[in-house]
């Protein structure tokens, strides 16, 4: 099937340890994603990354980087995680144009909770 | 100031009746996307609908259409024939410009939609 897929679906830590989330996209997109979806179910982007630039929000503490080994891989690494970085992340991919509709797609989703 | 706001938090709609979720947006470019999500319980971010700044018609998906309004701003989805499996949170989100490593998402704060039998 044609998708964005990231594993783990569910992730349980202890704070200090490091970890990542992968995702694969298989659509032939340009530009990938990382977003955070907090307690009250607010999305903010952390991450965009095509094979050229990575823009960073600058609100995202340098504990995560993003990791693209190719154009259709962008995972996600968090160092020393915190209580506060429980959350819900997607990983999404876009075609480079704005396409309109299907253009813009998610991945199912990692739940982390860090105890 | 906020580029994407849904006043809505919460709303009820009986099954089988229509529904419109409220979505305003802020931008000045001339190119943008909007775009619209349902997040069932089960969590995932499944779309359901687009408009670009320059189409002329309102966009169309089955039961979802987009009430779009470019003058004053707003992109209202409306759910025509509610099911008990439209029972979700709904994101309307803005993508500015023309895509690229820029063409972030911004969402806003959702809309969580109760059907009733």
């Known amino acids: 099937d044609t998708a964005v897929s990231q594993t783990p679906k569910y992730l349980v830590t202890q704070m200090g340890n490091d970890k990542s989330i992968k995702c694969e996209q298989n659509l032939g997109h340009d530009t990938m994603y990382w977003y955070k979806q907090d307690s009250k179910k607010f999305l903010k982007i952390m991450f965009s990354?095509?094979?050229?630039?990575?823009?960073i929000n600058e609100t995202v503490p340098n504990r995560f980087s993003p990791k693209s080994p190719d154009k259709a891989h962008l995972n996600l690494h968090i160092n020393s995680l915190e209580l506060g970085d429980s959350a819900v992340y997607f990983c999404?991919?876009?075609?480079?144009?704005?396409?309109?509709?299907?253009?813009?797609?998610f991945g199912s989703g990692t739940r982390l909770t860090v105890v | 100031a906020q580029k994407i706001t849904q006043t809505q938090p919460g709303m009820f709609v009986q099954e089988k009746e229509a529904v419109t979720l409220d979505c305003t947006y802020d931008?000045?470019?001339?190119?943008?996307?909007l775009f619209w999500y349902k997040q069932p319980s089960s969590g995932e971010m499944i779309f359901l609908i687009y408009?670009?700044?320059?189409?002329?018609q309102n966009a169309t998906e089955g039961r979802y259409s987009l009430n779009f309004q470019k003058a004053r701003k707003s992109a209202n989805l409306v759910i025509s024939a509610s099911q008990l499996g439209d029972s979700a949170m709904y994101f309307c989100a803005m993508r500015e410009g023309l895509g690229g490593s820029q063409g972030n998402l911004i969402f806003g704060k959702g809309t969580k939609l109760s059907v009733k039998p």
């Open positions: 990354y095509n094979n050229k630039e990575l823009i």
């Open positions: 931008t000045s470019d001339p190119s943008y996307g």
């Open positions: 408009q670009g700044s320059y189409d002329q």
């Open positions: 999404a991919s876009s075609q480079d144009k704005l396409t309109g509709a299907g253009g813009y797609t």
